[in-house]
């Protein structure tokens, strides 16, 4: 069954400095996502992205934040300069037409030291 | 069931049983809900939704029921298995098919 895979698994990064989190999406999926999870908090929803343009964004999305669909199949969420409640595990998530769920990776675990 | 407190709410089961859980909605206007399945380590994993134009929606092994008048959804297990051991997460749909996620019910199957 087709997935959507997320690298790296776990990302260790100094606070200041820039991190990238990748996504590859299900081949024809056309909408894509990014959440986040806090330890031990709910998943929320960070960004949503389609037709490669950002169709909406929470409050948590602000300018230190970007996403980019660089070619036909990845799909990145950058961070520019990282803080210590960055710290989460970050899923992104695809689905395909109108009426079809969400699907999701299992997530990257960012650390902020 | 699904609560907004601080705490994770547990629910356990014998291996067999049949498990309910419950969520609470909050916004009267969505028309899309979900349950997601959550084992550790892993990305919530899809298991059934429901529109709002529908109040019952069966799977297999599982039942989703909507109750629009009160705000009320609820995942139906039955026989439930130790590989059903995970957080469930149900979510309200909103524009562009945004997710509102509640904070999850952890189901523990004892053999």
């Known amino acids: 069954e087709p997935e959507v895979t997320q690298t790296p698994s776990h990302q260790v990064t100094q606070m200041g400095q820039e991190v990238i989190l990748r996504c590859v999406p299900i081949?024809?999926?056309?909408?894509f996502y990014w959440y986040r999870q806090i330890l031990g908090q709910k998943v929320e929803f960070l960004v949503s992205?389609?037709?490669?343009?950002?169709?909406?964004k929470s409050e948590i999305f602000d300018d230190q934040f970007s996403v980019e669909r660089p070619d036909g199949s990845n799909f990145t969420l950058k961070i520019r300069s990282t803080k210590l409640e960055d710290s989460a595990m970050y899923f992104c998530?695809?689905?395909?037409?109108?009426?079809?769920?969400?699907?999701f990776g299992d997530g990257t675990r960012l650390s902020i030291l | 069931g699904e609560s907004v407190g601080l705490h994770l709410p547990t629910l356990s089961v014998q291996e067999g049983d049949n498990s309910i859980i419950n969520c609470a909605y909050s916004?009267?206007?969505?028309?899309?809900f979900i349950w997601y399945k959550q084992e550790s380590g892993k990305g919530p994993q899809f298991i059934i939704d429901?529109?709002?134009?529908?109040d019952k929606r069966q799977g297999q092994r599982v039942t989703v029921l909507l109750n629009k008048t009160v705000k009320h959804l609820s995942l139906q297990i039955a026989a439930t298995q130790p590989g059903d051991s995970a957080v469930y997460f149900c979510?309200?749909?909103?524009?562009?098919?945004?997710?509102?996620f509640g904070k999850g019910t952890l189901l523990t199957v004892n053999p």
């Open positions: 998530a695809s689905r395909g037409e109108e009426n079809q769920p969400q699907h």
């Open positions: 081949s024809n999926h056309l909408y």
């Open positions: 992205f389609y037709n490669n343009e950002i169709s909406e």
């Open positions: 916004n009267s206007a969505s028309d899309y």
């Open positions: 429901i529109r709002s134009n529908m």
């Open positions: 979510a309200e749909g909103g524009s562009n098919y945004k997710l509102t």
